[in-house]
């Protein structure tokens, strides 16, 4: 089974940055498409983030200006750079990869800003 395995969450004071990877546990799954998302308690779980084979990107308006999604060249590897952190950003965050064939969940690392 490909797992989507995520990294890179953490505590961090408003302002502050943090770098999330996420990277398909088998190295033959071709990304076409990827997606973070995150989930506040209490809250439904929103986009935050997408990109397209294509390099097409679209992003949250909460998080414009701010987070960039980008993957690594030659590698089945996505990453969310979170800059200028707010306490509203606190969530889960879970990314998604998705293959000509499927879509995978990564198993969510957890994002805490302190005011």
């Known amino acids: 089974q490909v797992q989507a395995v995520e990294s890179g969450g953490g505590l961090v004071q408003a302002g502050g940055s943090l770098r999330l990877s996420c990277a398909a546990s088998?190295?033959?799954?071709?990304?076409?498409?990827m997606a973070w998302y995150r989930q506040a308690p209490g809250k439904q779980r929103e986009l935050v983030a997408a990109?397209?084979?294509?390099?097409?990107?679209n992003y949250a308006d909460s998080v414009k200006g701010r987070f960039t999604i980008s993957r690594e060249n030659g590698k089945n590897t996505i990453y969310l750079q979170m800059n200028s952190l707010k306490p509203e950003d606190t969530a889960v965050y879970y990314c998604?990869?998705?293959?000509?064939?499927?879509?995978?969940w990564g198993q969510g690392t957890q994002v805490t800003v302190s005011s």
């Open positions: 088998r190295s033959n799954f071709r990304i076409v498409a």
């Open positions: 998604q990869l998705s293959s000509d064939r499927m879509f995978v």
């Open positions: 990109i397209t084979s294509g390099g097409s990107t």
